[in-house]
């Protein structure tokens, strides 16, 4: 069975930073697109930043300069700095896994860390 598994969120003040940790377990063949997304109360889930297998990224406008992505073997990355009440969210990792016996990728979700920034 294929998991995310999401950690690092919590609460903290703004201007703060946190890094958030997603990893990748199960039978997996290899993984393409990388992502993270978040969900504030009352709002749509928004693409937060992504990052292919070749290491390309792409980030939402409202955190470019501040949120970084990255990866290494089964596990992306968000280091957040600078952050804003604003940023207070779920924040839910997805990634496109092809799993053994299967010839296609299908994108799987984690659970959702909870991103707290008092002001």
């Known amino acids: 069975q294929v998991q995310l598994v999401e950690s690092g969120g919590g609460l903290v003040h703004s201007g703060g930073s946190l890094r958030l940790s997603c990893a990748a377990s199960g039978r997996i063949v290899s993984i393409g697109t990388m992502a993270w997304h978040r969900q504030a109360p009352g709002k749509q889930r928004e693409l937060v930043a992504a990052i292919t297998s070749g290491a390309m990224t792409n980030y939402a406008d409202s955190v470019k300069g501040r949120f970084t992505i990255s990866r290494a073997q089964n596990t992306v990355y968000l280091q957040m700095i600078n952050l804003k009440p604003e940023d207070t969210a779920v924040y839910y990792c997805?990634?496109?896994?092809?799993?053994?016996?299967?010839?296609?990728?299908?994108?799987?979700w984690g659970q959702g860390t909870q991103v707290t920034v008092s002001s």
């Open positions: 997805n990634a496109d896994l092809r799993t053994s016996g299967s010839f296609r990728s299908v994108g799987y």
